[in-house]
């Protein structure tokens, strides 16, 4: 059985695994102190043109914002998301476990707006009332859709006007890099406050690189990594898969592979006349099936169930990845064209 | 200027701070201990015909809320609440800072329905998301609306049948016990797992009374209860208080007055022909008015501005208390009528 | 039995519950923003001759201590006390809730001092250990002993010296404030970073007035009461009794009171021979007595128990208060004389 | 410069690493649930003869103390460690920030015994100080020591009689398996309530294998898991490191080696007359020298500094590990003899 249950079924990208190969030998010190930690620091301030950022290296993407998020607020203060956002669903409470509340309003097309942020800024005027403090977004986001240049930019004027920090959860950013008119790294650095690079579902062993921009929040971070169990004892090894995935194209091969992949199988979703949740172009596919079809594709594929729609119905999600080989995507794709 | 503004403006009911007087002398030992506490107890015990529970005396409302709450449920575990519900808006996140999610779905007339709860519960099937573990309610509700007998039984039919605590918010309980339909104090005690009989907002000059039922939420709740703080040195304060609300029917007599003097006031705001926003029978009126009607309101009461509905229109909260005395109700009434 | 076990065997003093009375039927507003509130700020700011200081007040001293450390401290920050800080043994473990550690070293006749500190920061270099960030002390401390003007002084520059905060616990003040070489209340606002002065244990009914001198500290602090359920609704109950206590020289007519009780009881002891634990001039007197002495005093008077030093003795605690009658001391005292 | 600072210095051991190339491109599902842990767990119930445990993998050991104990405890409950425990020292507060203080006494020979849990018991009699509810250990201890099979054996019978629990931080297990009169594998079963096999420090390139062996301490773990943001999302890494580290004897015969290669060093620290702090048989020497023969030793190797001890010596730690060279142990120790 084929899987297209997510984008973290295998191990890491050849290229990543390699690296970890050839450095496994080498003495280095712990804690994220080493060369290699430092090296996979260069190219991403490289990237991003701007050298003033504090980077540190996590394990994984529960863990980067739990870590992140009760760092940047005080115990009253609250962060914004859409309903869909990740910490407000598939984190098990970890961010309220931290003591914040997660304030919410219905995604737009899986997005934050400003409207939205407005209007929960409004709801929250007293001290009887948390106080929301931040903004988390997801590049791309957990429907696959994405924030344009634009829409990135009129996010982070509105947060820096009322005094909010802007976080852009990325642990699938490099789906997102590749698109058009998407922001680039060096954008993300310039319109947030803080963002993670993801590695765990780019292609990387695991491990996520956490880029804080904004000065008042890099104050002792390594602290409170260490505090919340955050603070790998072996943190080369992150260096070394972020160095790889990041010195030249990597990170953006493998975004558009996955999303190559994606549109593949997406296109036989369209022509067999199927209506998509939400129209991505990423490597995450939300669609409505008819469950007889649905059968059908477990007796071969695995995917995920998202949600039934009505007593024939369901939507299902499919999700590609640097692993799904081009062959298999077409076999899919045919697949459900003969469904 | 008279206010409406809320049932906590003044001190405490004469007779309740008669007892505070009579007593003031006298030694007992501190932290709840003493026999003025063990009095309390046993009126609540008779009342509820079971002697079996735990009572605890606390201060404050928000104190109550989060130290049972988190001393009910495990770090991953979450409460559910309607969305007007009390924990969710107006406690600054203490619920959270304790370490646990709100869950909510939108109000129905106030209240949380068994459809709420069962859609909650669907939505959380797994370790990836919090796990749904109690369903907070206020009796009367945040909207002056109240659960009937009727409405207490199912809920707690299907939280039993469901895992999930049922916790009764009581702050002001005095006002919906009275009423016809509603469960008096011995079947919220047969209905919930633990429940709070409110002083602070009927009369007493602070104060809360916790009672639970469920043996599973019975050990070591005085180490809990130190340990958020909420442990007050002089605890005999309160069971002089709350002996005195319930030995016979001050309590009740303090809830019937409430409620007759807001009804006062809401037959004038129907009689003008103003929308309530709720159908509330207790000390709680929502109404909807011009703004220009709320400008004449405010030159000579305090309310309290819920809402903007328009650009001319706005919600007001009126709210009575045993302290509100009948003359003033009766001019209030007619100040309305003549707006 | 006469009880002296602590000082909070009674309710308020008589000029408290008079105050209380008096301003019962009053309408104000709620959650400490009321006249009274302000007046009892007032006065405290007169004291201290300092205007630009923040103050708000709390129910109780655990209570006042967990919401002020844990508003204080970042999650990798500990605290500093003696071994015998009231916040590292009677407290259940408060302030840990809230997420910080408290370093301690054995206590120097009950105080904190510079070479503790000194200490306490050189086994603390790095991000594998917490990060000391304030110091706490109580005044007068636990063991009835306390800071000299001096003492405080030199404690505060080198706190500041060292990036620490200092946080004075005046559950206790008014004892020690009447006492020659200490310090008033000016110098206490003049080197801390904030200080609690103390009512529940100095004749309030209950309440504890926080000081927040140092501008860091201030900003938000009333979300986070909020959050931390230490927020009264009936705020003025606090105002009302802190201005009566602090208007004029009530609050040190107390302290001298109960310091002179207690002196009339140690000269008992000391006369008879016993040994005192710590030269106590405040109204707490710790004492080793042969377990048959105890015994007798025992079916007489409550005193505490404190710790089980040999086969034969024990050390037990005595405290006056605001309430002890002189009649009751010198009873007591001849009493002691002959065992 | 060759390092003897930690066990952690390099990548995983090579047998490990073959595993995670070999199954480096297979598909499995995520979190744990994959076949290779089940692999793991298999072979871990069968070395304790016990199949009814629960076993869960993760990936730091802070990580997993702070989300075992956290998941353990109760708000107001604590945890007993000696002072040198590396919850007490080395985790910048990470049990206190999950809400739970730790109680130590002075360290006996690195080691907890029964008598210092009695007296921390003693000194813990009510709700107004923490309830102490489970004891920390290590195995091999952070200062090089063992507990043998009867210490063991006694810890856990006077916790078992006192209602605590006792958990092994197993970090560096290996080092201790392999002694004569300490606990195997099954010992430590039956003897704890919970234990740790430690990866990070023992060969793996990360991980903890947790085996709960206490029924109560099991319910729901994954949650909580999840909660704390220590799910790793590829746990099949874990599973596939676990299973080749314990499947045959590789995990022992790295505890012997490293074992060894410290014998060889302490050998000749002993033979040049430096006392060693403790008499450690493991992998952790803790040896006092000049200053003068540790700036020699620095311009060589890279060990740590543990402690100034008077004006002219110090403490330094020095640590093999399972990539030690055996030709660099004994350079290592001519070199030592050379000084």
Same mark, same amino acid.
């Given at each position: 059985m084929y899987s297209f249950l997510n984008d973290y079924s295998e191990g890491a990208h050849p290229l990543v695994l390699d690296a970890l190969i050839h450095t496994n030998s080498e003495q280095t010190v712990g804690y994220g102190l080493d060369p290699y930690c430092q090296k996979a620091k260069d190219v991403i301030m490289n990237r991003i043109h701007n050298h003033d950022v504090d980077?540190?290296? &996590?394990?994984?993407?529960?863990?980067? +914002?739990?870590t992140f998020i009760s760092f940047a607020l005080r115990?009253?203060?609250?962060?914004?998301?859409c309903d869909e956002g990740h910490i407000n669903i598939h984190e098990t409470g970890a961010v309220e476990a931290t003591g914040h509340k997660v304030l919410t309003?219905?995604?737009v097309s899986g997005k934050v707006t400003v409207d939205m942020i407005r209007e929960i800024l409004q709801e929250h005027p007293d001290e009887h009332m948390v106080q929301p403090a931040m903004v988390y977004i997801s590049q791309s986001t957990e429907l696959g859709t994405y924030y344009t240049k634009d829409e990135l930019q009129a996010l982070f004027t509105f947060t820096r006007e009322n005094n909010l920090y802007l976080f852009l959860d990325g642990a699938r950013l490099g789906s997102a890099l590749v698109l058009d008119d998407a922001p680039d790294m060096a954008d993300i650095a310039k319109y947030t406050d803080a963002f993670y690079i993801g590695g765990t579902k780019m292609g990387a062993m695991f491990g996520e690189a956490l880029v804080i921009v904004n000065d008042h929040l890099k104050k002792d971070f390594r602290y409170? &990594? *260490? +505090? *919340?169990? @955050?603070? &790998? @004892?072996k943190g080369r090894l992150l260096g070394v898969q972020f160095y790889t995935l990041l010195k030249d194209s990597l990170y953006e091969d493998i975004g558009r592979h996955e999303n190559e992949m994606a549109m593949i199988i997406r296109e036989a979703l369209e022509e067999k006349g199927y209506p998509l949740y939400m129209p991505s172009t990423t490597n995450q596919i939300f669609v409505d099936l008819p469950n007889t079809d649905i059968t059908k594709i477990e007796e071969q594929?695995?995917?995920?169930?998202? *949600? *039934? &729609?009505?007593?024939?119905?369901s939507r299902i999600r499919i999700v590609t990845s640097w692993a799904t080989a081009e062959e298999e995507a077409l076999r899919f794709a045919d697949f459900i064209k003969q469904l």
């Open positions: 980077i540190h290296f &996590l394990v994984g993407g529960t863990q980067t +914002n739990l115990d009253y203060q609250a962060v914004i998301a309003k219905p995604h409170h &990594l *260490k +505090n *919340k169990g @955050a603070m &790998l @004892a594929y695995m995917i995920t169930h998202i *949600k *039934k &729609l009505d007593q024939d119905h």
